[in-house]
C-alpha cells in the first residue's frame, strides 16, 4: 500500500494559486488527486508561471476569503472533499498593520477566513473522514516587530489548529498545521529579493538555504495521509532550524 497515493481523492487548496500553497496543490495532484484552488485574480490564465504559479491540471476558483459570505456560498465543482488546506495568507509592510484598517483586513485573511473554509467545508470534510491542515507561520513563535496583525493572525492560527482539532476529532475530522519558515514567496520578496537582508536571514537558517514549496508540501502530504492517522492538532514547524538557533 502506498499512503502517499492520492488517487480518488479530491482536494482543495485555499491560497493554491501561488507559492506555497501552489507547491501543495501540485503536490497532490501529482500523487494523483483532484485538486481544486482558490486565489483572488479573475482566471488561471491571469497568473504567471514565472512568479510562482503553476495552475496546470488544477481547478481555479477566484474567491476572495475575506468576503465571508463568498466563502459561505460560492457555488462548487465538487460535493466531496477529503483535504482542505488553508494556505491563503498576507502582509502589509512600512508600518501600515499598526493602524487599524490593515490590521483587520490582515486578520480577516489571515485568521477569520479560517473559520469561514473551516464552516464551510466541516460537513464534506466529516463525511469523507478528511483532513484540515491550516498554514500559520513560525512567526506564531515569536515577535515580528514591523507586523503585528500577521503575528496576531498567526499565532491565532496556531491556537484555531489545535482547537478545531480537539473539537472535530470526533466528527472524523483530523485538524493539523504547517508553520513555515523562509519560503521565498511574493510575500517574502522584500526579504529575498534584498541581498543583504537574504543574507542575514540565511545565517539564521541551520540549513543553509530557504525552504520551498515542495519543502512544505511534503509535510502536507503526511499530515493528510494515513501515516498521520494518530497525529491531532499539530502544527509542524518546517523552517530549516530557523527556530533552533
Ligand atoms: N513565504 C514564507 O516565508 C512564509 C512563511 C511562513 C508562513 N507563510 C504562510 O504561507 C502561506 C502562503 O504564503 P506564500 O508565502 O506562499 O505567499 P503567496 O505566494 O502570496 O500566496 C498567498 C496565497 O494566498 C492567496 N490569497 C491572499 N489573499 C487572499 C484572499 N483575500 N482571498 C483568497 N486568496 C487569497 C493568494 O492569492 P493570489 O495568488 O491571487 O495572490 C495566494 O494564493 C500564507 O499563509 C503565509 O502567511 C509563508
Not at 197 to 211: Q, T
Amino acid at each position: 500500500m502506498n499512503e502517499l497515493d492520492y488517487s480518488g481523492k479530491t482536494v482543495l487548496v485555499v491560497g493554491g494559486s501561488s507559492g506555497i500553497g501552489n507547491g501543495i496543490a501540485q503536490a497532490f495532484r501529482a500523487r494523483g488527486a483532484e485538486v481544486h484552488v482558490w486565489g483572488t485574480r479573475a482566471q488561471a490564465g491571469d497568473y504567471d508561471a514565472g512568479q510562482g504559479s503553476d495552475l496546470d491540471g488544477l481547478h481555479y476558483a477566484r474567491v476572495d476569503v475575506a468576503d465571508f459570505d463568498a466563502v459561505a456560498t460560492t457555488a462548487l465543482p465538487f460535493d466531496r472533499l477529503d483535504v482542505l488546506v488553508c494556505a491563503q495568507g498576507i502582509v502589509r509592510y512600512r508600518r501600515e498593520e499598526f493602524k487599524l484598517t490593515a490590521f483587520r483586513e490582515v486578520v480577516n485573511v489571515n485568521l477569520v477566513s479560517l473559520m469561514a473554509c473551516g464552516e464551510r467545508f466541516h460537513g464534506m470534510l466529516a463525511h469523507a473522514r478528511g483532513s484540515m491542515i491550516i498554514v500559520s507561520s513560525a512567526a506564531a513563535f515569536h515577535s515580528t516587530v514591523g507586523t503585528p496583525a500577521y503575528n496576531a493572525s498567526k499565532t491565532g492560527a496556531f491556537g484555531l489548529t489545535r482547537t478545531l482539532a480537539e473539537a472535530w476529532a470526533r466528527d472524523g475530522i483530523r485538524v493539523n498545521g504547517i508553520a513555515p519558515g523562509l519560503v521565498a514567496t511574493k510575500l517574502t520578496r522584500v526579504t529575498t529579493d534584498h541581498p543583504e537582508r537574504l543574507e542575514a536571514s540565511l545565517r539564521k537558517i541551520p540549513l543553509g538555504r530557504l525552504g520551498t514549496p515542495a519543502d512544505m508540501a511534503g509535510a502536507a502530504l503526511f499530515l493528510a495521509s494515513p501515516l498521520a492517522a494518530y497525529v491531532l492538532g499539530q502544527t509542524l514547524l518546517v523552517d530549516g532550524g530557523l527556530l533552533l538557533a
